[in-house]
């Protein structure tokens, strides 16, 4: 595999990673953190935005997780995938705690 692979799987788990929240929030019919909010990421979007904005993630991350060829036989892969989950939730986690306090 190409160095290009496995930063495609790195993104591809950021953007899954990134899918959950949003699109948890937004079928569940509550208002999160969105990008699309005033203040971008401090304000609270609305459920159809958030759910729209998982979709979207989502459908990136697929993609990304395709173009990185990232597969259980390559251990390496798997790895670069979950790091670039872990480097997306851990900081969201932090500062999505403070979401209901601001």
Not at 29 to 41: D, Q
Request: hydrophobic content about 45%; overall charge positive.
């Amino acid at each position: 595999m190409e160095w290009y692979h496995y930063l495609a799987g790195f993104f591809a788990g950021a953007f899954l990673g990134n899918f959950a929240p949003h699109f948890v929030h937004g079928v569940s019919g509550n208002k999160f953190p969105s990008p699309f909010a005033k203040p971008p990421g401090k304000g609270l979007s609305s459920p159809l935005v958030n759910t729209l904005w998982g979709l979207l993630n989502l459908l990136i991350g697929c993609g990304l997780l395709r173009a990185g060829r990232v597969s259980t036989e390559n251990g390496l892969s798997l790895a670069v995938f979950f790091i670039g989950i872990a480097a997306i939730s851990i900081p969201l986690s932090i500062h999505f705690q403070r979401k209901d306090k601001e």
